[in-house]
């Protein structure tokens, strides 16, 4: 008679399955809007709220990390040590 709670486990367990997938199948989708909280650098604790589509923040990571890079090489110089 172990049947009832198992069977019970199972269909408890399916809609969080379920919602588990839809948000892998999400996470792929590059139009998604994503805010972050951002902080102020007119203040050490004011945040702002920014919104904008997956895409968008890749391409500001991207544009992030080569402004990084380029300001890293100019400050080693033209001998690059």
Excluded at 3 to 11: E, H, S, T
Excluded at 53 to 71: K, V, Y
Aim: hydrophobic fraction near 35%; include cysteine.
């Amino acid at each position: 008679m172990r049947v009832g709670p198992v069977i019970f486990a199972i269909l408890a367990l399916t809609p969080a399955i379920a919602v588990a997938e839809e948000k892998k199948a999400d996470t792929k989708d590059p139009n998604r809007i994503i805010c972050e909280k951002l902080k102020s650098s007119e203040s050490r604790v004011a945040t702002k709220r920014v919104c904008m589509t997956a895409a968008e923040w890749a391409e500001r990571r991207r544009e992030d990390r080569n402004a990084l890079e380029q300001g890293q090489r100019q400050a080693k110089g033209p001998g690059g040590s």
